[in-house]
């Protein structure tokens, strides 16, 4: 086994195959270390996060000497999906196995699969032929879809998934089902479960499902306070997420800058993890009572009516009266806290929207109404200051430096890291909330060949396609993924790289790197 140092605040360990890796995950999950979050399998490592730094230099010295025992399996179900082979890739796929179409289809359907892991994105299973004498191993699209169909089956490596819903992804895809692959509504929420059977069965057409997913979200009383006039380009609702389902395949998820929407609610008098507005593009709100607001984050001219008022200064508003932040000058999103904090609907113990999952209350929109709780016993702090750490160049544009550590797989490119810390990178109108696509005229060549087995990630991965271009991971990121990291950034600089729109310019500067273990 070796350990790997992810960030500051989580540990990769490489292990000896699937067989350890599930023991591993087994004993870690029944028997959690100190502080620990997550524990993330997948075809050849465990990921462990943490809520500190201190938690995980001493999870690396404990893990040193720790063996477990043998994963005890439950009692083995099968689960049959319907696929219609219509997929993209299923020619490509022929030709790289040196197969018929027909043939593909065969082995697919006749191979037995056996779950081995979730992750990536809530109910997408990874399942690995029960017989290895089955298994072909199939690469990945060299440049990833920005957008695969939701129930889309697809293949990669020597795993079959499904996808639940659209989202990136870089695996061949074979065909399309339209079976649910989660509810998370029903115990447990994933369809197929860790050491479930799965048989895939060709069909020439597929059935109509009923949508569970049309169920009504829990969402409790609320007491109306403010008027959405105008949402701008995009207004999510949020909180600080819903860590510890990273096994499931669900990200944390949360404000994409945490300590601006922590700022605005402390400034109103709210517990700091109380759910707000997160706004691209700024936005208008009319008081439908009297109530306190605080805008933060971005750096944007904000308007009580007429009267400018202050980023981070909470702010009182009478019924009736309009609150106006306008588009950001530099910086990309701003927060919105009411007193009593707003309500929304909620699964999986949280109102953030995870727009890669598809958990969480929709958009807001113009005309929506928000309400909070009736109660608020929090004082108002009118002495704090913006989180904002970017800043603006002569011409305009964001900048930022970004704080990393190395790793865990900057093997893979040798003495090129240095070209990935000299170059400015420009961001791409191809990000959102997922990640950052990072460009430049440089790209980064990997010096291993080779495709990397599906691993844990965390927020503030720096992923390199084969195309060489960056992908920094954010807040919505997936929970595994299939190319080499070649940095993470602190959870710290998480917060800046969420305030970077499209030609934003970021570098990246290494910061106290740790020696593998």
């Known amino acids: 086994m070796q350990i790997h140092p992810v960030g500051t605040r989580a540990l990769l360990m490489d292990l000896d195959g699937l067989n350890q890796v599930m023991d591993y995950h087994a004993a870690l999950s029944a028997r959690p270390l100190k502080n620990q979050v997550d524990c993330i399998a997948a075809a050849t490592t465990v990921l462990l996060t943490f809520e500190t730094p201190d938690s995980a230099r001493h999870a690396a010295n ?30 490509e796929v022929a030709n790289l196995l040196g197969m018929s179409r027909e043939g593909v289809i065969d082995w697919h359907t006749s191979t037995e699969w056996t779950a081995a892991f ?24 060299s440049s990833p879809r920005t957008a695969v169909p939701a129930g889309a089956v697809a293949i990669a490596g020597d795993f079959s998934a499904v996808y639940p819903r659209q989202s990136p992804g870089g695996w061949q895809l074979l065909g399309t089902t339209n079976t649910p692959m989660w509810d998370s509504q029903a115990e447990p929420p994933a369809l197929v479960q860790p050491g479930d059977r799965v048989r895939y069965r060709a069909v020439s057409s597929l059935p109509e499902i009923y949508d569970a997913g049309s169920i009504a979200k829990r969402s409790p009383a609320r007491l109306p306070r403010m008027e959405v006039v105008d949402a701008g380009l995009l207004t999510l609702y949020q909180d600080l997420g819903r860590p510890g389902f990273g096994d499931l395949g669900v990200t944390s998820s949360g404000a994409a800058d945490r300590a601006s929407a922590a700022t605005a609610n402390i400034a109103v008098g709210n517990p700091r993890q109380s759910t707000v507005l997160e706004n691209i593009g700024g936005m208008e709100l ?8 605080c805008v933060t984050g971005a750096a944007a001219r904000v308007r009580l009516g007429d009267m400018p008022v202050q980023l981070a200064r909470p702010i009182l508003v009478t019924a009736g009266q309009t609150v106006i932040i306008e588009p950001a000058e530099y910086g990309m999103r701003n927060y919105v806290a009411i007193r009593g904090g707003l309500i929304a609907d909620s699964e999986l113990g949280s109102s953030a929207t995870d727009v890669l999952s598809g958990l969480g209350p929709a958009p807001v929109s113009a005309g929506d109404i928000l309400g909070v709780l009736p109660r608020s016993t929090g004082m108002t702090d009118g002495q704090l200051a913006n989180p904002l750490r970017v800043s603006q160049s002569n011409d305009g544009r964001t900048v930022a430096t970004l704080r990393c550590v190395l790793g865990p797989r900057d093997n893979w490119f040798g003495d090129n890291v240095q070209q990935f810390l000299d170059t400015e990178w420009t961001v791409s109108s191809h990000s959102n909330r997922v990640g950052l696509r990072l460009d430049s005229d440089t790209t980064v060549e990997r010096v291993l060949d080779g495709e990397l087995p599906s691993e844990g990630m965390v927020a503030g991965s720096v992923q390199i396609p084969p195309n060489g271009k960056p992908v920094l991971f954010l807040r919505d990121h997936a929970v595994t993924g299939g190319y080499p990291v070649i940095a993470t950034v602190l959870d710290e600089d998480i917060d800046i790289a969420a ?10 500067e290494v910061k106290g790197n740790t020696h593998d273990h």
């Open 118 to 141: 979730g992750g990536f994105a809530p109910g997408f299973s990874y399942c690995a032929p029960a017989n290895p004498a089955d298994a072909r191993s199939i690469p990945r699209r």
């Open 286 to 293: 009319r008081a439908l009572s009297d109530t306190v607001v």
């Open 499 to 508: 305030q970077l729109p499209p030609g934003a310019l970021v570098r990246f």
């Open 62 to 91: 404990f893990l040193e000497d720790f063996t477990p025992g043998p994963a005890k399996m439950s009692e083995a179900r099968t689960v049959e999906i319907d696929v219609h082979y219509d997929g993209e890739d299923i020619d």
